[in-house]
């Protein structure tokens, strides 16, 4: 139980001021980038017409992500926005499954992460709906269908951002504290390996869907 609330921290003075950074956040962070590098490099180095095991698994998270990005936008747009969808699915999926591995932690157990991914889709979604539509549509769109809504429609926005990272950075910092006061209060031998199977592989590849899925409508609101 000691674990829990235990942050390894770098502090840096700059400027007056104290930058605050979360060690282990970074680090697996820089462990799912290697993995998914590394699984990017061999699923990709001998393609064929029949495909080995990694360059099906990579296809299919590649083909079904653009297909439902194509939904949401359009032929067009699927080639704009259809790597960023993926990149963002298999960062957030192998984030949520990391856990699982012993000695190892999910870096979006940290509000940090998906509060930065969540602002990353916030940016991206705007920058698509003002390139779009034009700056007077979109400035436009916030004051309707009438002028004194604009500050609602603002705070709907920012809103946005809000929900989608507490939602991810909620569920998997659940998950984390039920196993870690099930497994002290068990010893870790009865129910540890089954919740973490639940929360890892289930929860984590749900919420990482989910996320993802929200990027994209919000990125369909805004160019059409």
Same mark, same amino acid.
């Given at each position: ?20 950074? !979360? ?10 980038? /290697?993995?998914?590098?590394?699984? +990017?490099?061999? @699923? @990709? ?8 095991? *990694? ?28 790597? *960023?969808?993926?990149? =963002?699915?298999?960062? #957030?999926?192998?984030? !949520?499954? &990391? ?20 602002? =990353? ?6 920058? /698509? ?11 436009? /769109? ?13 705070? +709907?926005? #920012? ?8 939602? #991810?950075? +909620? ?8 196993? *870690? ?14 919740? !973490? ?16 899925? &929200? ?10």
């Amino acid at each position: 139980m000691q674990e829990l609330g235990r942050i390894h921290q770098l502090i840096i003075p700059f400027f007056g001021h104290n930058l605050t950074f !979360n060690l282990e956040v970074i680090a697996m962070s820089w462990i799912v980038m /290697a993995i998914l590098i590394v699984f +990017g490099f061999f @699923a @990709a180095k001998k393609k064929s017409r029949f495909p080995g095991p *990694l360059q099906a698994v990579g296809e299919l998270f590649v083909g079904q992500l653009f297909s439902l990005t194509e939904d949401a936008l359009d032929k067009k747009r699927r080639k704009t926005y259809g790597p *960023l969808i993926c990149a =963002l699915f298999m960062f #957030l999926v192998i984030s !949520n499954w &990391l856990g699982i591995i012993p000695y190892l932690e999910e870096p979006t157990k940290d509000l940090n992460t998906p509060l930065a991914l969540g602002l =990353l889709g916030f940016v991206i979604a705007h920058y /698509a709906g003002i390139k779009a539509r034009g700056i007077k549509e979109y400035t436009k /769109a916030y004051f309707e269908p009438f002028i004194i809504m604009m500050p609602l429609n603002v705070i +709907g926005e #920012l809103a946005k951002v809000v929900s989608i990272s507490f939602r #991810l950075f +909620g569920n998997i910092m659940g998950g984390s504290i039920i196993i *870690l006061v099930v497994s002290y209060l068990t010893y870790s031998v009865l129910l540890p390996p089954f919740l !973490n199977a639940f929360f890892g592989l289930f929860v984590g590849t749900i919420q990482a869907f989910v996320f993802t899925m &929200l990027t994209v409508v919000y990125i369909s609101v805004q160019v059409n």
